[in-house]
């Protein structure tokens, strides 16, 4: 008998046939033996559909007092999933019970709509399941040491669910979505994706980071701060399947690197259009001009991504970088207002139609040329690279939003990921 944590995302728990069939396949697992702890999101779209409503009272969310609000307002799609999952598996027999993240409690900071989990009081939950319960908790839900309602933001449920199953050390956390498994890249983009059968930690934080949206990224800086068995596997797949089987499906993230396994170079493409770049030109190239320019942008609150200085011409230089794109009309309000005037920069420029096309290996380590394969199938694309970054197993550029999906494309085929016959298309709803 072994403590399990499965988690649901939005699409899984989608209707209250879906809801039915989570319940039955979590029933099979209880009755296997296994303790139970369920994670589920909310029904898929409720999380926009909340946050749309805000938006039109509010459409500028700054203040901490209205993103406070936002998270009163978002946490609820998980209550109602919660109840309505806890309900169907009283249906199928099972003792349920079901908690918000404060009854819990899962205590994180105060940083609306994007917490952090600083600690998770198990006891409740670990009364409840040696009294034969199966437990559902909401993801994405927190609260601070003043008894505010938090959210971990979007994709939050799975960070839920490895910080619960960390928590409780549990055997295992299982992640179950609309795919089968974390893939070389989003199937959706890449219909010739593959899916991996294993990935490892560093590979999948890097891809989360870049963009994948499979995994939120601190679900799996958790799953690797604290060793948690992580899978990510299908609930599309009949509910009544051999629980082995199951178990046994999907994708793993693996914490050693698997020696006899054939390394690949690239492992896995990622791409993100969440952010914009902005340029502030001719300022001087002096000590502490970087300094100058990101110093206020940290200070108001906006997470820079990729920077690049240009080499100057007569003492003066261009600054460029990229923010999220929610963050772009700040940040120019501010290059403009504040940066520019201060540091004597010439013009401000942004472009809110980029995106970042990153190929991800632990392969690359102990390879040469990788990066310039990289350049060398976008040029012959045509595809114009404005910005690059690297790091030991990673290479970001910056490039047109409207080439995303060809470049996407390109590399996957130029580095050898494409199946002949990918399996994804029959699980895609
Ligand atoms: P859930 O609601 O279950 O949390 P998400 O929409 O958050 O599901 O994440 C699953 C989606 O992630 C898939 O439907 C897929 O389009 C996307 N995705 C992006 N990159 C990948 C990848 N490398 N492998 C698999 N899925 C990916
Ligand atoms: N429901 C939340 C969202 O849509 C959390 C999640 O799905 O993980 O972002
Ligand atoms: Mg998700």
């Not at 109840?83 to 105060?110: F, R």
Request: charged residues 25%.
């Amino acid at each position: 008998m072994a403590l399990i944590v499965h988690k649901y995302g939005g699409t899984s728990m989608g209707s209250t046939e879906r809801i039915r069939n989570v319940a039955k396949r979590v029933a099979k697992w209880a009755r296997a033996g296994h303790q139970m702890v369920v994670v589920p999101s909310a029904m898929s779209g409720e999380t926009n559909r909340l946050l749309g409503l805000a938006k039109d009272l509010s459409p500028v969310q700054q203040t901490p007092a209205m993103l406070r609000e936002l998270d009163m307002i978002a946490c609820t799609g998980e209550q109602v999933s919660v109840g309505l999952l806890s309900l169907a598996l009283q249906s199928e027999g099972m003792d349920a019970v079901s908690y918000n993240g404060w009854q819990v409690p899962v205590i994180t900071d105060s940083s609306y709509t994007k917490a952090r989990i600083q600690s998770i009081d198990d006891a409740r939950v670990r009364a409840d399941l040696a009294a034969g319960k199966v437990v559902v908790i909401t993801g994405l839900q927190g609260i601070d040491e003043d008894k505010n309602v938090t959210t971990l933001g979007r994709g939050g449920s799975d960070t839920s669910a490895v910080a619960i199953a960390a928590a409780m050390k549990a055997a295992e956390c299982l992640i179950y979505t609309d795919v089968d498994g974390v893939y070389t890249t989003d199937p959706r983009v890449v219909p010739e994706a593959r899916r991996l059968h294993t990935v490892s930690f560093e590979e999948m934080l890097e891809m989360a980071s870049l963009g994948s949206k499979v995994l939120q990224i601190r679900s799996v800086e958790f799953a690797g701060k604290y060793r948690v068995p992580l899978r990510v596997l299908s609930s599309f797949t009949p509910w009544d399947i051999n629980i082995d089987e199951e178990a046994k499906s999907g994708t793993l993230i693996t914490f050693e690197e698997d020696e006899k396994m054939e390394q690949a170079v690239v492992s896995g493409i990622a791409f993100n259009r969440d952010e914009a770049k902005v340029t502030v030109m001719g300022v001087p190239d002096k000590p502490g001009i970087a300094y100058q320019i990101l110093g206020d942008v940290a200070e108001a609150n906006i997470d820079v991504d990729v920077i690049i200085q240009n080499v100057s011409h007569d003492g003066k230089t261009d600054f460029s970088f990229t923010v999220h794109r929610n963050d772009f009309q700040r940040t120019m309000e501010l290059l403009k207002t504040k940066v520019a005037p201060a540091t004597g920069a010439a013009t401000v420029l942004g472009d809110p139609k980029i995106c970042k096309v990153s190929i991800v290996g632990i392969g690359m380590r102990s390879h040469v040329g990788v990066a310039s394969k990289m350049f060398r199938t976008l040029s012959e694309e045509g595809i114009n690279i404005q910005m690059i970054t690297t790091s030991e197993i990673k290479t970001s550029v910056v490039i047109d939003e409207k080439y995303m999906e060809l470049a996407v494309r390109a590399l996957h085929k130029a580095f050898d990921l494409d199946a002949d016959n990918s399996p994804v298309a029959e699980n895609m709803s």
